[in-house]
Nanobody, 120 residues
Framework: QVQLVESGGGLVQPGGSLSLSCAAS????????MGWYRQAPGKQRELVAT???????NYADSVKGRFTISRDYAKNVVYLQMNNLKPEDTDVYYC??????????????WGQGTQVTVSS
């Protein structure tokens, strides 16, 4: 069974920076893509950034130029560096992984979520 465990997050002032990390562990055959999504209460979960097996990245327009997603392929860890944070970035951030546990079995997995609060 594969699990995603997130760390990071917290409270930061506007203009500040935070870093999130998400480690995939368990029976991993291969990872198609990993990414970060966020969700505010009463709203749908939305894409923040993704990175695929080849290293191609995709960002929401609202975070382009401020957030950077990266991945440690050896450790199965994905990172999200968030700079110049704004109050509207306040949300619960979820790690996502599309992971094969065998040649024929894959799952769309989610982490437990971590709170990011941007406030003065």
């Amino acid at each position: 069974q594969v699990q995603l465990v997130e760390s990071g997050g917290g409270l930061v002032q506007p203009g500040g920076s935070l870093s999130l990390s998400c480690a995939a562990s368990g029976s991993i055959f291969s990872i198609v893509a990993m990414g970060w999504y966020r969700q505010a209460p009463g709203k749908q979960r939305e894409l923040v950034a993704t990175i695929n097996a080849g290293g191609a990245t995709n960002y929401a327009d609202s975070v382009k130029g401020r957030f950077t997603i990266s991945r440690d392929y050896a450790k199965n860890v994905v990172y999200l560096q968030m700079n110049n944070l704004k109050p509207e970035d306040t949300d619960v951030y979820y790690c996502n992984g599309k992971i094969y546990s065998s040649m024929t079995s894959w799952d769309d997995l989610w982490g437990q979520g971590t709170q990011v609060t941007v406030s003065s």
